[in-house]
């Protein structure tokens, strides 16, 4: 993503933040697997553009 | 042109060029001297017979950079009441604050006076971003060292501006792209002209690509989120998800606006109330379920837990493909602004 600072690899491109072939409460967790990393993201310090895993 | 008739420039230096001073005159408020000063002579000298510095107007760079709008229009008054048929301003190399005033300055005669203008600087020089699209920009080194070149390229277009010939290309004047794109009549096939420069590519020659490639600026990433306990975090897509009905008409394709879409009372998002508009990749799992793309539950959770201050109560949405870039740049500008306005600190930001 072009100009991002913080960049965080999705899922798939289909579902960024999802994965339809996990059970829903899998599913969910995944979400919010990914999205914790994205806050940390946030309160993560950097000079330049990086992908953060 | 006849030496009656002998180009008339108008120069602008800083305070710094004009030898006035250095940062203790940068309060400096503009004034104007008949003839050239300091690289004006260089001018003077590129120039020769066919024109001459009627005048040159040196400004403060801080007098200038705080107040943009009003030391402009003291400019440019200055400027007018000699009468140029073309102004050069600077070059201010890698000089910021002189950069940016050297690109308002002529973006400002252009547009007011409807007069030619030019003015060089360094690749790294913030006015260059700025003002690249509307205004002449010469490439100059970081350093004032290479004065006679950069003038003798400013003298150069400013010459065929003032006589009202067409500027060569970018690589052939020396200045920075400006993103337009022009028709020419070639004799030979798109073809033929692309297999010559695969070519010249495998073999390590130079070439140069009749497609421009979009400007990208640089952005410095904002500092990090000290207290998340208390942030507002928003989310931002651009997968293109609206509520049914495409109410804000978001294109499926190189889109030209965005939506915000309410979801104060919205725990998880319900794919009753939402479809997608974007032609770019198989939406099926996102319309059986929109928190696959905006993770409205996932982040409700946190906000109960405790992680987070707030949900923003909106969420942006746009599409990202097949996208100019300039439209997304304005696009991008002004969700931030809205987000700024109302107070978040952090956003999310999903892509498909």
Known sequence: ?53 | MGECEMMRVVHYLNQFFGGIGGEDKADLPPRVTEGAIGPGRAIQAALGKEGQVVATVICGDNYFAENIAGASDEVIKMIASYRPDVVIAGPAFNAGRYGIACGAICKAVQDQLKVPAVTGMYRENPGLDLYRQDVYIIETTDSARTMIEAVAKIVRLARKLVAKEKAGRPSEEGYFPRGILVNEISERTGAERVVDMLLSKLQGKPFESEVARPMYDRVKPAPAIRDLGRARIALVTDGGLVPKGNPDKIEIRTATRFGRYDIRSVEILNPADYEVSHEGYDSVFIRQDPNRLVPVDALRDFEREGLIGKLHETFYSTTGVACIVEVMRKLGEKIAEELKAAGVSGVILTST
């Open chain 1, 1 to 53: 993503m072009v100009g991002s600072s913080r960049i965080l690899p999705g899922e798939k491109i289909v579902n960024p933040v999802g994965n339809a072939d996990l059970p829903l409460t899998e599913e969910k967790k995944l979400r919010r697997s990914i999205v914790g990393k994205a806050l940390k993201a946030l309160q993560t310090e950097l000079e330049e553009q990086r992908v953060l895993c």
